[in-house]
């Protein structure tokens, strides 16, 4: 399977312990995205790297969010002292490089379901 | 915060009828595009429609962009039970930015 892989895939913690993700993209792809999503809502973007450095932050993230890429393949993000707001799921996606003819689209993975009890 | 806003937030039908539903952003935009999400699952690229482009087709989809309105509709013809799923739509302010995503239309299609 060549595509956008997440671990793990469902995580339940306890308010305060610290979390984290990972995020596999597709090999040939340079931009990875991290985009949070609740019940019934859109994913909300979290932040994005090229290559391994890290383009944007959402400022809606707190300090206790840090995501890194330091090798420009996989990716991490972290979430520490949990709290119950916590509770999403995490979507990664990634994309090619830019430049035509690559249109931008992003794959995303299956996500990573936090409940934080 | 959240650039688009679908519309209507939920929508039901049966197998062969269409399904439109629209999204309203707020700046201006180089592209917008549509993505479908099963339920507990990740999110799949539909189409991309640029912001110089009117309407683009693929398969049974048919996107249409009034960038003066600053809105989109996608229209799926023809529904299948395999439609029911979420529908979003997210727009990139440049070129290679990030993309921002509306809250969803929830597609049901009952056969």
């Known amino acids: 399977d060549t595509g956008v892989s997440q671990n793990p895939r469902h995580k339940i913690t306890k308010r305060g312990q610290n979390v984290t993700f990972r995020c596999d993209p597709i090999?040939?792809?340079?931009?990875l995205y991290w985009y949070r999503q609740t019940l019934g809502q859109g994913p909300e973007f979290l932040t994005y790297?090229?290559?391994?450095?890290?383009?944007?932050k959402s400022r809606l993230l707190s300090d206790r969010f840090s995501a890194e890429r330091p090798k420009g393949s996989f990716s991490t993000l972290e979430i520490q002292r949990t709290e119950q707001g916590d509770s999403a799921m995490y979507l990664c996606?990634?994309?090619?490089?830019?430049?035509?003819?690559?249109?931008?689209?992003?794959?995303f993975g299956e996500g990573s379901r936090l409940t934080v009890l | 915060s959240q650039q688009g806003e679908e519309d209507p937030q939920a929508l039901s039908i049966q197998e062969g009828e269409n399904a439109t539903m629209n999204c309203s952003y707020k700046t201006s935009i180089n592209n917008l595009q549509w993505y479908r999400q099963n339920s507990g699952r990740g999110l799949v690229h539909l189409i991309l429609i640029r912001s110089n482009e009117r309407e683009k087709h693929s398969g049974r989809l048919r996107v249409t962009l009034d960038t003066s309105k600053k809105s989109s509709s996608l229209l799926i013809t023809a529904s299948r039970a395999a439609d029911t799923a979420s529908y979003f739509c997210?727009?990139?302010?440049?070129?290679?930015?990030?993309?921002?995503f509306g809250a969803g239309t929830q597609v049901v299609v009952t056969p």
């Open positions: 790297f090229q290559n391994e450095a890290q383009l944007e």
């Open positions: 997210a727009t990139r302010a440049d070129s290679w930015g990030k993309l921002q």
């Open positions: 090999s040939e792809h340079n931009r």
């Open positions: 996606a990634s994309s090619l490089p830019s430049g035509y003819p690559n249109t931008g689209e992003l794959f």
